[in-house]
T-cell receptor, first 110, second 114 residues
Framework: TQLLEQSPQFLSIQEGENLTVYCNSS?????LQWYRQEPGEGPVLLVT???GGEVKKLKRLTFQFGDARKDSSLHITAAQPGDTGLYLC??????????WGLGTSLAVNP | ETGVTQTPRHLVMGMTNKKSLKCEQH?????MYWYKQSAKKPLELMFV???????ENNSVPSRFSPECPNSSHLFLHLHTLQPEDSALYLC?????????????FGQGTRLTVV
């Protein structure tokens, strides 16, 4: 059974701090996506990574796909209250089946 | 505005009730999905429809019955639910039924079974 583990599960920081959250598996994924879900809303796609070692930047967010395509990280620089939400990673595994992580719940305090 | 609208936003129902959840998308997408989001569990894919045809049913109990009358609308009919079915039910759509395609989610229906 393919699993995606996200860490930390919860994170509470002050505005302006930097942070990194992780998405790890023992399985190889053909692609991996990060979504952000704000309270009372559905998830919204942030990025899709498909190549091992790939790095993508979205303003203050930097996403990296591991060389072996088993893990990924999301780094946020100078976090803002608007970054608050649940960050979900989802990998495309065997037979194109999507494997979702439990998410990292981030709170950025003003 | 995500383009995917779910109604109702909140629903409380008894175990003997029958209710339906509605999802509507105006994005011109061909694939639509029902997900269940529970605390301390990953998102669970329930059903997939592609061009109005059901392509996936992930061992969902028969008390959940999906219906896709056209490519823009998706329903989830509920009957004789159990308290453990209480969760956030999310509808999503995508241009194609591909694993790395962007999925657009609705705001969800928060269901409480009493």
């Amino acid at each position: 059974t393919q699993l995606l583990e996200q860490s930390p599960q919860f994170l509470s920081i002050q505005e302006g701090e930097n942070l990194t959250v992780y998405c790890n598996s023992s399985s190889v994924f053909s692609s991996l996506q990060w979504y952000r879900q704000e309270p009372g809303e559905g998830p919204v796609l942030l990025v899709t990574v498909v190549t091992g070692g790939e790095v993508k930047k979205l303003k203050r967010l930097t996403f990296q796909f591991g060389d072996a395509r088993k893990d990924s990280s999301l780094h946020i620089t100078a976090a803002q209250p608007g970054d608050t939400g649940l960050y979900l990673c989802v990998g495309a595994g065997n037979n194109r089946k999507l494997i979702w992580g439990l998410g990292t719940s981030l709170a950025v305090n003003p | 505005e995500t383009g995917v609208t779910q109604t109702p936003r909140h629903l409380v129902m008894g175990m003997t009730n029958k209710k339906s959840l509605k999802c509507e998308q105006h994005l011109g997408h061909n694939a639509m999905y029902w997900y269940k989001q529970s605390a301390k569990k990953p998102l669970e894919l329930m059903f997939v429809y592609n061009f109005k045809e059901q392509t996936e049913n992930n061992s969902v109990p028969s008390r959940f019955s999906p219906e896709c009358p056209n490519s823009s609308h998706l329903f989830l009919h509920l009957h004789t639910l159990q308290p453990e079915d209480s969760a956030l039910y999310l509808c999503a759509s995508s241009q194609a039924e591909l694993s790395n395609t962007e999925a657009f989610f609705g705001q969800g229906t928060r269901l409480t079974v009493v």
